[in-house]
């Protein structure tokens, strides 16, 4: 890692953000030093953290934190999340003090609660400006008051703010979230606790409508602290389910599972070093078996919490003749410079595998973007042959992260204004880092679309935008992923190309047996977007008088019905005290609802109310009442937008791991932001804070020329992929072939004799052959990156009239 290198985090997601320095890339590199800095200097990205703006000395001025708890509870595929965070005031003075942190799109915050001067303070949900009011007042009157909302642009951010942090005292912060996990396509089932929050790109043009200034924005001062502190996360899990194994992909986990396997608790193995988003994965012995989830309501409430609520959890198969070769595709690649580095680099492998997965009758093309964009064929996609394929090949080995910001909806625009082709439907398939300021707007452009265009999408690396990511695939009724290892992005998107080709479900519906008989209501009321092999939930709202005996989900593809039935002893009941699977309901519908460009306001504030589910149109507020008033009022309106206007503006800083450094991103996300025009960065300075934002591993730095540079670039603490397969995929032809001199040069066998104990008329259909058996007897564990250029190579040696079956065990005995 060089010495330039930058990482930002927030710790292990509800802390705040910290920022390195090392001078070796071991966790014992050299220390760095504290640093006090102006606020004029050059924006080249700064850090999210818990910050105190100090009206008597015009300081910013970092709020200690103590100590951090966070316990994840995992029943099945629901994650319930709490996280103490414990802050500290050491000076006289009384703070008002904001902080920022991500959390994942379908994540549901929905309790937040403080301790301070001896007494606690829960917060209710209620209409964002009246919390507003609420809050100010109270800071005003010198009442200690919290106001917990959604970012106005992004809902995977939230803004904590705590007024009148009394000095000499201590603050506990104590927020619970629930979480949907689902089932990955090689059956692990994730859980992340965001750490790395990336900044969101903001275009000139924006920049260009908000040219105000606030008066005295370059008098404060920024300060480091280095105080260490006390962090801790544990893990129960639990369900129906064996457990087979649970593992992490970034630390270091003792995990202990009971004799029945059916539950674990997982601690942290050694310190946790916060650079990273903390992961969790889990492998049940069957996480594919389908179940219903029955949970009892809350009687003494109305409304939504009164009924009892439904999860279903199914795995839906797909004929084999549902899959279609007509089909366009379009590639839609960030190359901005924040992919910089590993992304980028196995991005091109990933696209590499997928093109050469590509059924021969598909149309396809691709956009790359940033700060502008580019067509790789201009005047539309193009029929894949052998021609296309070559150009697209050269094409990828040149791709690079250098185009500067992250500019998605324009380039969007440009894709849809051109009609689909005639005969095709229309798929396309976004990677990107997900780092964008207009997310709604994006997002609506896409569900405008999605008639005639389904969109996929893949967020790499930590700190990617789940709701971006999420939220255009659930418009564009496609599928998402986020991918935290680069590495791991050509399963991901290999695993796509089954779900891109399948035809639509059509007359999706879900039929309930229900005792006695009455009217069940979906959550959210639109019917779900059905995919073979992979993970559907779906929720109903049942009346607390019936109970739900069978269920079943239809459809139909072509003439083929589709059913998949739960009964019986697949319908378990659950009494839980949070109501946790009516909060993940909530959230569905409040995400289904931001989709729509239909007045629905007063729906969405009726039902974060009723649940207590965040949304961005309400606020978590509290206050102190019983506290010690302050004798002054700490800040009026204009001091509350200068705070957010220092949360923007503080410079980046680095320090070892010995050393935290709280501070303030360069783009919050805040309406503040634009409104006052503080986004002002250069492409240049921007681009050099991407970049060392965009690779963890310090493998940043110009492009490569060839995939065997590509692959070695690529492979950092995780497994990369291996250059000899890369060779194999690279070389296969179009239609599916590979020649006989590539064929021995794998095998390491003389052509000669290979050529020798060739069955067959035509070397290539023998050559094929040898290749599929060197794939299987060699890179069986990556056999998902290799499935579909299997399939197209069986049908190569099919259609020049051989048995397929008899040539392969021919091949077999010749390897052996």
Known sequence: ESEEQHVT????????????????????????????????????????GLLSYHMTNSKVEIVELVSALVHVNIHGFVAQVSAKLRYHNPGDSTLMVEYVLPVDENAALYKFEAHLDGQTVTTICIDKEKASKVFHKAVSSGQAAFLVRQDNLTSDILHLALGSFP???????????????????DGAVNFVLPAILNPRYCPSHIQETHTDRLPGCNDGKYVVVTKAYVMSIESHISGDYEIARIISHTDR???????????????QDGDIIC???????????????????????DHTSSGFMNDNLIMINIFPEIPANSYSNKNEIIFFIDCSESMVGKNIKCTRVALLLFLKSLPMDCLFNIVT?????????????RKYNEETLAEACVHLESLEANMGGTEMFLPLQEIYSQPPKAGYFRQILLISDGDIYNVDEVIQLVGRNAHETRVFAVGVGEGASTILISGVARAGRGRSEIVLQPEQIQDKVIGFIFSMVQET???????????????????????PIIFGGQHLVVYAKVPSTSTVKAVSVMGSIRDTEINTSIKGSDIITVDDAEKSLHLLAAQAQINQWQLCEEDVANDIIELSVATGVLSKLTALVGVNQRGKLVKQSLYNEQDVNFMAMVLCRAPSHLLTQDLIA?????CCGSHICYDYGILDWEDGALGSSYG???????????????????????????EAVDADFLAIVVLQCFDGSWTLEDAAKFCMLPFSELKDCNPTKNETTWATAIVLILLENKYSEIRKQWTLLAIKARNFISNSREDVDALVKKAQSVLV
């Open 253 to 267: 986990l003792m995990v202990t599972i009971s004799e029945d396997t059916k539950s674990a608790k997982v601690t």
């Open 9 to 48: 985090c927030v710790i292990c997601a509800y802390y705040c953000i910290i920022t390195w320095r090392r001078s070796d890339p071991s966790p014992g590199g050299a220390a760095g030093k504290p640093i006090m800095t102006s606020l004029d200097e050059p924006l080249l990205g700064g850090h999210w």
């Open 275 to 297: 650079d990273h988003d903390w992961s969790l994965v889990i492998y049940y012995s069957n996480p594919y078996k389908t179940h219903v989830l029955q949970e009892v309501g």
């Open 692 to 718: 060392a934002f965009g690779c963890g591993n310090g493998c940043g730095g110009s492009g490569t020329s060839n995939w065997k540079e590509a692959e070695d670039e690529c492979d950092g603490e995780a």
């Open 369 to 381: 973007f940033g700060t502008d964009f580019s067509f790789l064929f201009p005047e539309g996609s």
């Open 167 to 185: 000095g000499g005292s201590y603050a506990e912060l104590n927020l619970s979230l629930i979480m949907k996990l689902k089932v990955e396509t």
């Open 662 to 666: 709280f501070g303030a991103d360069t």
């Open 505 to 527: 479900v059509q007359n999706v519906q879900l039929v309930f047996e229900v005792e006695p008989n009455t009217t069940i209501t979906l959550v959210p009321q639109v019917p």
